[in-house]
């Protein structure tokens, strides 16, 4: 496999399956670890459906790209200062007192750039019966995972608010037993793990990197 080969993510797949190695094929890989990932959002709440509305308007408009980190740095201060009136949007980032507030702030003022509106269109695939599909809507990604013989080790954060536990195990209950782990962090008393928590807080150096 040329992992220096460009690959663009929107191709169809089904073009591509010498390249993904689905069909039994040697995809070169040892093992994979997925953070907060899933194939299919249909029966989850995942805030991501906050961003789907904007998808038919960009599409209809011809825009190409929505600036996901403009929208994000203009809202920051509202969500991190008095009255707070965006609160609400710094739970969907991380889980209280896990990200020291610079990073915070840097994290969200400056790590977010402009996302292609193709993609967007895409990922709403992910909330439709099937889940994500190619931009064909023929092939189907989660109906493929049984056939994969990569072990897959899949980590999730127990106050992740764009892709919760739940949402993780709909896609990972569907590899073959022996090939997965399924890794929940955050207990009871805390720490608490939120969608960023898990590569960007100390805790995910402590307890996520190791179980890596």
């Given amino acids: 496999m040329d992992f220096g080969q460009y690959i663009d993510p929107l ?6 399956k010498d390249f993904y190695g689905y069909e ?12 907060a990932s899933s ?4 029966s989850s709440r995942s805030s991501l459906k906050l961003l789907l509305p904007l998808a038919d308007p960009a599409q209809v408009l011809n825009v190409p790209v ?10 920051h201060p509202f969500a991190a200062n008095p009255p707070y009136l965006l609160s609400w949007l710094s739970p969907q980032i991380s889980a209280p007192d896990m990200l020291q507030p610079k990073l915070f702030e840097k994290l969200v003022t400056e790590n977010f750039e402009t996302v292609p509106a193709k993609l967007l269109l895409q990922l709403a695939t992910a909330f439709e019966e099937g889940g994500l599909c190619d931009k064909s809507g023929t092939f189907f990604y989660k109906n493929h995972l049984s056939k ?3 072990p897959v080790l899949a980590i999730a954060g127990d106050q992740d608010l764009i892709c919760s536990p739940d949402a993780v195990y709909e896609t ?3 590899i073959l037993e022996p ?3 399924y890794k929940v962090f955050g ?3 805390g720490p608490h793990f939120a969608h960023y928590d898990i590569v960007g807080a100390q805790q995910a150096v402590d307890l996520v990197y190791p179980c890596i």
Avoid: F
């Fill in 24 to 35: 039994g094929k040697d995809s070169g890989l040892a093992a994979i670890t997925t953070l």
């Fill in 187 to 189: 207990e009871l008393g």
């Fill in 179 to 181: 090939l997965v782990t």
């Fill in 11 to 16: 191709d169809s797949i089904s073009q591509r």
């Fill in 39 to 42: 194939l299919d959002y249909m």
């Fill in 66 to 75: 929505i600036p996901i980190g403009t929208l994000l740095a203009a809202t």
């Fill in 148 to 150: 994969s013989n990569v």
């Fill in 172 to 174: 990972m209950k569907l």
